[in-house]
């Protein structure tokens, strides 16, 4: 029995989940990105002090 291919055609719904992924992706990097930047800023000697 040969599997026949179904061409994808792109719903909303796949448009959603890229978009609900990328931006998940998105904020992720932009928090790690400021934690990282801040850690940068402030340096270990100041890490505590609020």
């Known amino acids: 029995m040969p599997v ?3 061409p994808v055609r792109p719903t909303v ?6 978009a609900i992924c990328t931006g998940v992706a998105a904020l992720l990097l932009a928090t790690l ?3 990282y ?3 940068a800023i402030t340096g270990a000697a100041d890490h505590g002090t609020g």
């Open 4 to 6: 026949q291919t179904v």
């Open 13 to 18: 719904g796949t448009y959603v989940l890229m």
């Open 33 to 35: 990105y400021l934690i």
């Open 37 to 39: 930047r801040d850690m």
